[in-house]
């Protein structure tokens, strides 16, 4: 079955980004633990659903995504210094810590602990891949047509269709 907007798509991907020249293995799903989503709903890059549009189960892919096509260019503006008074209750966040945020209009994003200043906690709301091409490899396990309660939930509900929510 071809991949179609209203598709449930079940993929393995291994995902390589350049680091100091080389290719190395960002992260992976396998066969025993797939991608599986909702085609078309807008759960996935724009251009990763663009370019598995013409293939079917069965069919393998590799292609790659700009940064400007993937998680966007790395902003050095996109830097906030949050008052270390804000983690009174939770105690200061060591550098790495990656920090769930919400703005004033209740938008929910992460920023991860660059580093921590006698008054501030200086944090980098870029997303952990901006920057960088992607390069994706895989193959599609299997096309079929969302449930009705897939579509009306908008989000998957795994390969054969069935989640307990």
């Known amino acids: 079955m071809k991949i179609n907007p209203q598709h449930v798509v079940s993929l393995t991907y291994d995902l390589y980004v350049d680091q100091d020249g080389s290719e190395v293995l960002q992260e992976s799903a396998t066969e025993e633990q797939p991608l599986t989503f909702l085609y078309g709903a807008g759960q996935m890059l724009p251009r ?70 006698e008054d501030s906690v200086i944090v980098d709301l870029n997303h952990p891949m901006a920057g960088q091409e992607l390069h994706f490899k895989g193959n599609i396990l299997n096309v079929r047509p969302a449930t009705p309660e897939e579509l009306s939930h908008g989000h998957a509900h795994g390969a054969d269709g069935h989640h307990a929510h």
């Open 48 to 117: 990763f659903e663009e370019n598995l549009s013409a293939l079917s189960t069965g069919d393998t892919y590799d292609f790659r995504l700009s940064a400007e096509d993937a998680y966007g260019v790395y902003d050095e503006e996109a830097v906030a210094n949050l008052p270390l008074d804000m983690f009174k209750e939770s105690g200061t966040p060591e550098i790495g810590t990656v920090l769930p945020l919400q703005d004033n209009n209740g938008n929910r994003f992460q920023g991860m602990v660059v580093s921590v200043a």
